[in-house]
């Protein structure tokens, strides 16, 4: 981890860096004077992580917030929630905001002169807007409610996403082949899930606890039993039971009702996640995108083999009898596009992946390598000049506009939330198989360099973490 501090109009801010790629970058606000502006700031030591840095000009976006006072004569009090201290914005003003406590709610409370409770607007008329200037998220006052209206059109973040794809595969199976030697290599099955009940949350599903799952099993087997006795019975289509938690349950076909003791309604419904499940939804200047495969397998399909199964989910052993099956990767995204610029804004990033096992041995390795090797075809090369040929066609003029009009630099992606859940691996390692051709350690030297590492002892559910 790295200290870093910066000079700013007439303050310091305090940024946590972390080795290698950003996971965590917070600005914040010190009260202290530092009388050497290049002065080396000193290092948090942590195992593997001793970086030193020095003091760097501030950038933009560094800041979480600039607030812009554009009213000509009410300044703007505002204070980060749980925080007693208050700072005062006058009136045509601008201010890079920093959280003074990184630890407490990012909760920016503010007010209008000497208003605390009466709300900022009048008659509903809204004084602020929320948008992007690049990577810079500014909050902005104003008494010109056209302007702010506007603001607000214009920007992503009030931009709906009223167009979606769903798609929904139960099962799916692939099987891979090398068609050279007609050898199958393994097989990749996403399955759905067994059947569970899910609470209903508008798009999102929620599968409830293993023991509420148990409980309503027992009473929806009662309920059907009793069905297909008396099919017409209208009562019994009203009846209503009880278990722990609920003081009544009511089920029609496969979805039930269920209410506590106080009186909160919850809707659960009986069925089998999809194996793949995919939704992509789009705007203008948004679009996210959620993905979930259930449940991961892959078969080792090679007449030999230690380890018939290569991967599978596993189930952790600290959670006992109150586990809850989940999907194994669940991937959701949430991006905004920036108009005429190449920076791409994530709102959020989320990766879970769940506990699970790998089992491979040498042969199947060398069977990989086989597959993906490339065979040389003895033919002429061929240069494909139809891009050069178009290019000389166009005139000189034509060719400098497309080079201006066209965004320059590299594409930069910034991430307001991103979450890599951390990854518990188990896995396993055999000699068994045949051995590798000198040529195919050649082509993947590093393939041969772990061969011979491994070849030591063999590896037995060892946990990477």
Known sequence: MILRVDAFHESYRLLFYAPFWILNRTDLKLDFQIENNRMLIDVIERPYLICPEKIGNYKIGDAPLLIVNLFENDSIPFRQSKDVRTEILPPLNYV?????DPLQPKLLLVSRGSQTKDPLGKEGDPVYAVFLDGVQTVLLFCDDSKLIQTIAVKSPLSDSMDQQ????IKDIGISIVNDISREELFYISLNKSKIVWTEMKKSRVKILSSDINQQLEELYRTYTQQYEINPDDKQLM?????MEGFREITFHDDTAELIDSKDRKKTAKRQALDGLWVEYSFSTMNSALHLRINRLQIDNQLSYTMFP????PVIPKSTGNE????PFIELSIYESKLAQTNIKQFKYFKLLIQEFAVQIDQGLIVAILSFLTQHNINSPPMINMSSDLEQIRKSLDIIIKSQIDSPSGETEMFFDNIHLSPLKIHVSFSMHGSNPSEKLLNEYPLVGFLLQTLNVAEVQDVILR
Request: aromatic share 28%; net charge positive.
């Open 96 to 100: 890079y905001y920093t959280w003074i």
């Open 165 to 168: 794809i769903q798609i929904g």
């Open 238 to 242: 009203e009846k209503k039971y009880q």
């Open 309 to 312: 199964v290569m991967l599978y």
């Open 323 to 326: 586990y809850v099956e989940k």
